[in-house]
């Protein structure tokens, strides 16, 4: 019975102790809406489709592998076809992302030749209608230019700057 006493007071103390070490602490929540802090670099939130900046035009030639290595089959690839003459073109005709099937995997980036595919920083992509969360080519273009992006394959390791910027991040965006 007192084994059982000292115990239970044991208990008491400890767990009084877990509590006052917690509320001298601070916070380690974010007022939401009001601040927002930055996602550090690498986050994946979206896969998006890359301009060639001296082109202007995709560098997704259509080849598919994103499509066929894709586990959910969330990329959705049709080619552009000449209409005089049938043959097939290198750029897609429509290039959909069921984003509501996405597991952000980065499957498709690795499996990309053509640099094409990127993962950017887009972290409110909440929608109330799941036909919101199809985004075809030009959204994720859009999506590309505004956000940060990167792409990380090969197994390689996580770069400490963003490729686009020529400075060092700092410790806290890391």
Same mark, same amino acid.
């Given at each position: 019975?007192?084994?059982?006493?000292?115990?239970?007071?044991?208990?008491?103390?400890?767990?009084?102790?877990?509590?006052?070490?917690?509320?001298?602490?601070?916070?380690?929540?974010?007022?939401?809406?009001?601040?927002? %802090? !930055? /996602?550090?670099?690498? #986050?994946?939130?979206?896969? @998006?489709?890359? &301009?060639?900046?001296? *082109? $202007?035009?995709?560098?997704?030639?259509?080849?598919?592998?994103? %499509? !066929? /290595?894709?586990?959910? #089959?969330?990329?959705?690839? @049709?080619?552009? &076809?000449?209409?005089? *003459? $049938?043959?097939?073109?290198?750029?897609?005709?429509?290039?959909?992302?069921?984003?509501?099937?996405?597991?952000?995997?980065?499957?498709?980036?690795? &499996?990309?030749?053509?640099?094409?595919?990127?993962?950017?920083?887009?972290?409110?992509?909440?929608?109330?209608?799941?036909?919101?969360?199809?985004?075809?080519?030009?959204?994720? &273009?859009?999506?590309?230019?505004?956000?940060?992006?990167?792409?990380?394959?090969?197994?390689?390791?996580?770069?400490?700057?963003?490729?686009?910027?020529?400075?060092?991040?700092?410790?806290?965006?890391?």
């Amino acid at each position: 019975m007192v084994r059982r006493l000292l115990r239970a007071a044991r208990s008491i103390v400890v767990s009084h102790a877990i509590t006052l070490r917690e509320m001298l602490h601070h916070p380690v929540t974010v007022r939401y809406p009001e601040v927002r %802090e !930055r /996602a550090p670099l690498g #986050s994946r939130d979206v896969p @998006v489709l890359k &301009v060639n900046e001296g *082109s $202007g035009l995709l560098n997704c030639t259509s080849c598919g592998l994103c %499509e !066929r /290595a894709c586990p959910t #089959s969330a990329i959705e690839i @049709v080619q552009a &076809v000449d209409p005089v *003459s $049938g043959r097939r073109r290198s750029w897609p005709e429509t290039y959909d992302l069921h984003y509501d099937h996405c597991m952000v995997c980065n499957i498709c980036v690795e &499996v990309c030749p053509f640099d094409a595919l990127e993962m950017a920083a887009v972290p409110e992509l909440a929608a109330y209608c799941i036909e919101d969360l199809t985004y075809d080519k030009e959204d994720l &273009v859009d999506l590309w230019k505004t956000a940060r992006s990167i792409r990380i394959h090969d197994g390689m390791l996580m770069p400490t700057r963003h490729p686009q910027a020529g400075v060092a991040l700092p410790e806290s965006e890391r």
